[in-house]
């Protein structure tokens, strides 16, 4: 799934916010100056993740103009494992 929405730069962005967090705290813990400014580039990670991961549900696309359902339209058209092929 995280391959077909084009997701990875999302993760990347939560992991290195995941890290810069963990790494304010130990700077913190040691009383090392700079530990809020990486506390900032953490908190700028995760909200930039999130709204990666935002980005295909804000911008779907209608897949059936007549229906009332919106629903994500993969990029690829390759199939996914366990769904039928038409």
């Known amino acids: 799934m995280i391959k077909v929405l084009r997701l990875k730069k999302g993760v990347i962005a939560i992991i290195l916010g995941i ?7 130990i700077m913190s813990s040691k009383h090392i100056e700079g530990s809020n400014i990486v506390l900032g580039f ?5 909200i930039l993740g999130s709204l990666v991961f ?13 229906g009332g359902e919106v629903e994500l339209k993969p990029v690829a058209k390759e199939p996914l494992d366990g769904e039928n092929v038409a």
Request: aromatic share 12%; charged share 15%; hydrophobic share 55%.
């Open 54 to 66: 935002l980005y295909p549900i804000l911008f779907a696309k209608k897949v059936d103009n007549e």
């Open 19 to 25: 890290i810069a967090l963990i790494a304010a705290q």
């Open 42 to 46: 953490s908190g700028g990670f995760l």
